[in-house]
Every structure is written in structure tokens, then in C-alpha cells.
């Protein structure tokens, strides 16, 4: 069975999020972009793992499904942990999704967390003991469970973060190394940047969103051709099993906040060239540069941009569905225009990734506004223009040409649907 499964977000327990990400809001949303699978999120937070278990069932398989809601939207027990540590001279600072298959295993991960840290203080709770020791406890309470370093490569919180990561998966969790068959790339990195690094061609590569809030679910996501169960998609991931695992969803990595490196404040922006020509000093204000995610896969990889792995499991960049059509309509994205034309788009054609991925052209050609069409084909053939990320600023995506670049009329708008 083909299915789209996003295994990380947060829930609204967590810091800087939307109020609404709760299981009822995440499967509606979930409807409206065809994912057939979503993380939890932030199962080690008290509050939220009793609503959890309020109100999720499981199905058997060791996923579960909404009780009072239709079957089609699946979840799988997901939490996200954060170790702050030092280890040899260096403050880490490092991001672990845990995955579980039943609510007895999560209890009990709960408990041996508990008096280890404040698991009420965030669904993100932070551990002060290394992130081998976190495998060493997840994995002792059940060998069923699989964790994943998250968002590898972000600056500060991640393995390989220029700021408070590892130059390896070993340097990392060490003894516990064997024990770590996967990475996810974040938005700012996409596969063939990791490819560049030959110690991860054993790995395999995940996507998911991190999402704060419930439209941004599936901005990256995983594709699996197999039975719908916690047992074969972990073995898949672990196996790297491309006939199961068929392909990643990928933001543009240029359009992740870290991407380049700079400084916000002072509106620097520099690709690791320039960075390097200014031996890492801000040209402005004169202080450290936040380095960006491709300057450290440059730092080191061992591999010319470019190379592909043979058994590298694909992967598809997509822009998502909302601000195609608010580029379209030369307005905002969360303007009521465009969610208006949005919500028609999915009423008229089922879900975001059918429209992404799968429709014909010409078939939504037939019903769907030209110039909304014309931003989809573009996208899919990658002919984008953007100015990447840096230091915490999402980067800016220009799908139309100069030439286009004129607004469109009210009337034009009103005339689209």
C-alpha cells in the first residue's frame, strides 16, 4: 500500500506553537495534503500522552488511529528529546525523535525519563546526559523503538550543527553508534547534499516537517510502498528497502533557514565561499557569522556535488500548494484570497500531494487556474529562482520570471475560481 507518512511535529505543549496542534486538527489537515501517517510528537509530555491515550486507539499493528473519526488518517508514537551536554571540551547540543509501537512502551520510557528531567516543562523536555545515554535508556526499556538524530545539520541543535554538533555518527553516540541506522535531513539540507558524505551511504535519509503548526505538515515527508505497520516501515527505514521506501518529499533547501550562512540582524547573506574569504567574520559588525548547513556539508564531505550513492533512495522537491497560489495571486499566504483558492483546489482535485505530485498537467488544467498551473509545472521542473536562507530566515522563493512578475489584477483574481 502507497502511503505519505510525516513522523515529526510537535504538539501544542511544545514551545512556539499553534494552540490547534492536537490529533483531531493534525488528521483534518493531514485529509487536506493525502498523508496517510503522521508523528504524535511530544509523547514524553504528561498532559499531552494522556490526551494521547484519550483519545487515540490502536489498531494492532502498532499504529493507531483518532476513536471518534474516520480510518483513513494513521499515527504513530513520536516524541522528540533534547540532550545538552558537554563531551571532550564542547558544549552539544543535540535533537533525538524517539519512535514507539504502544502506549505500555512509552509509559515506560516516560518513567525511566522522569527523574532525569522536567518532562512537564516542554514536549520537548532537555536532558543534561549525553545522547548515547538517551539510546542506552529508550532502547533498554524496548529494542522495538528506533531513534533518529533530527534535523542533522542545523547550526545548533543537531549532530552535525557547525555550532554544537559531531563530525560523525560515531563521534556521537560512540558505542551506541550501531544502534543509529538513520539521520533526517531538515529543511535546510536535502539528500544529495548528505550524499557527498560516504560515511553516511549505510544511513538512510528521512524527511519530515518538525511542524509548529498544522498547515505546515508534509512540508517534508517520506514515501512507503508497503504493509501499513509499525514493524515493516521501521524495517524498511532500517533496511533501506527502496522497493518499500520509494522516495522523500524535500523543501528547496535553499528556502530552510540555515541554508547560507550570515547574520540576520545585519543583512548579511554569504555562500560558504564568501564566508571563507572573510575567515568567518561578519563583514558588518564584526562578530562570528552564523554558518549555514552547506557550508558544513562542504567542511565534510569527501565527495564532488553531484554524486549519487547506488542504493541512495530517491527524492522530489516541492514547493508547497499555498504558496504556489500566492504567488500566483500576487498576495500573502495566509491572505483570505488564497486560502479561499486553496481550499477550492483541494475540494476540486482531493488532496495538496495529488495536485503536487500525481495529477497531469493537462487534467488540472481543465478546471484549475492557468497561472496557477503554469507555478506547478515550473516547480516540478525546478526552473525556480531563490534567494536562500540564513541565520534563522526562511529563504524566498520566486517561482514567475521578471517578466511576470506584475501583480494580478483584482479582477484577474476574482476570475481565477
Known sequence: MKFIADLHLHSKYSRATARDMEVETLAKWARMKGIG??????????????????????????????????KDVHFILSGEVNNIFHQ??????????????????VEKINLSLLSLGNLHSDGRPIFTFPAKELVKIVLGVSEECFLVPAHAWTPWFSIFGANSGFDSIEECFEEESKHISSIETGLSSDPAMNWRLSKLDKITLISNSDAHSPSKIGREANVFDCEFSYDEIIGAIKTKDKKKFLFTIEFFPEEGKYHFDGHRNCGVLLSPEETRKNKGICPVCGRKLTVGVMNRVESLADRPAGFVPENAIPYKNLVPLVEIIAEALGQGPDTKGVQTAYEQMINQFGSEFRILLDLELE???????????????????????????????????????????????????????
Open 363 to 417: 487534467e488540472l488544467a481543465a478546471s484549475a487556474p492557468t497561472r496557477i498551473v503554469e507555478g506547478i509545472r515550473i516547480m516540478r521542473e525546478g526552473k525556480l529562482s531563490i534567494v536562500p536562507g540564513h541565520d534563522g530566515v526562511y529563504g524566498k522563493i520566486q517561482i514567475f520570471g521578471q517578466e511576470e512578475e506584475q501583480k494580478v489584477s483584482d479582477q484577474e483574481q476574482m476570475d481565477l475560481f
Open 88 to 105: 571532550k571540551g564542547k558544549l552539544r547540543k543535540i535533537h533525538t525523535i524517539i519512535l514507539a509501537p504502544s502506549f505500555e512502551i
Open 37 to 70: 501517517l503522521l508523528g504524535t510528537g511530544d509523547f514524553t509530555h504528561p498532559t499531552y500522552f494522556a490526551e494521547l491515550k484519550q483519545k487515540l486507539q490502536p489498531e494492532g499493528n502498532g499504529l493507531f488511529t483518532l476513536k471518534k473519526d474516520k
